[in-house]
């Protein structure tokens, strides 16, 4: 079965500065990976996703995520983040063909401060 | 263009009562998924579709919940006798093919209370 832990319940983090949020993954095949934002009274939006190819994939919003194989973890980053960047994190792990249903983590909440 | 629209926003319930949510996706989109958000966790699945039939109905968590998409479009997700624990956020999601690496497009949720 495939589940996705994201350690970090809840990150603080000044306005301008960089920002990574911790996802590990658990599936035995090859994962198809996603982050997700979710701000308040709005739905799931994608930031990005990774399937194959280059471990770094970039995404929306200044966003970028690392897959790294052996340490089964896809981490969230951003050089400089923003007021509007506050919001809910979802990392989310995705089967293969025929098990296309996506297992999220609990999610990180980011807090900015000025 | 549109995005993936849910009906009622909010529905407020008493236990033991039947409800029906309703999901109407982007249009030409063949897959549709329903998850449930509860307070403070990530969306868990319930089914998914690929046109009108069901192919994945794993995560429904008893058979007092159904859900139908008689010509592939709209969907609607049953629950009958609801309970106080039913109340959540559900989730519905489409995405142009049932295919991994497609993206999932998530409507903006309907809460439900039971109370």
């Known amino acids: 079965a495939q589940s996705v832990t994201q350690p970090d319940i809840h990150i603080t983090v000044s306005e301008g500065a960089s920002l990574e949020l911790r996802c590990n993954y658990s599936?035995?095949?090859?994962?198809?990976l996603f982050w997700y934002v979710q701000s308040p009274g709005q739905g799931l939006q994608l930031l990005l996703k990774?399937?194959?190819?280059?471990?770094l994939v970039q995404g929306i919003k200044g966003f970028e995520a690392e897959f790294k194989r052996s340490q089964s973890s896809f981490n969230l980053r951003k050089p400089s983040v923003h007021w509007s960047d506050a919001a809910e994190y979802f990392c989310?792990?995705?089967?293969?063909?025929?098990?296309?249903?996506?297992?999220f983590g609990t999610g990180t909440r980011l807090t900015i401060i000025p | 263009g549109a995005g993936v629209s849910q009906t009622p926003s909010n529905k407020v319930t008493e236990k033991g009562k039947y409800v029906e949510l309703r999901c109407d996706p982007i249009?030409?989109?063949?897959?549709l998924y329903w998850y449930r958000q509860s307070l403070g966790q990530g969306p868990e699945f319930l089914i998914y579709?690929?046109?009108?039939?069901?192919?994945?109905d794993s995560g429904l968590p008893n058979d007092r919940f159904f859900a139908v998409r008689p010509e592939g479009s709209v969907s609607t997700l049953k629950i009958q006798r609801t309970e106080r624990g039913d109340s959540a956020v559900y989730l519905c999601?489409?995405?142009?093919?049932?295919?991994?690496?497609?993206?999932?497009?998530f409507g903006p949720g309907t809460r439900l209370t039971v109370l």
């Open positions: 999601a489409s995405s142009p093919r049932r295919v991994p690496t497609d993206t999932q497009y």
């Open positions: 599936y035995g095949a090859t994962p198809y």
């Open positions: 990774y399937f194959s190819g280059d471990t």
């Open positions: 989310a792990v995705g089967g293969g063909f025929g098990n296309e249903k996506l297992t």
């Open positions: 249009s030409g989109h063949t897959a």
């Open positions: 579709f690929q046109g009108t039939g069901a192919a994945d």
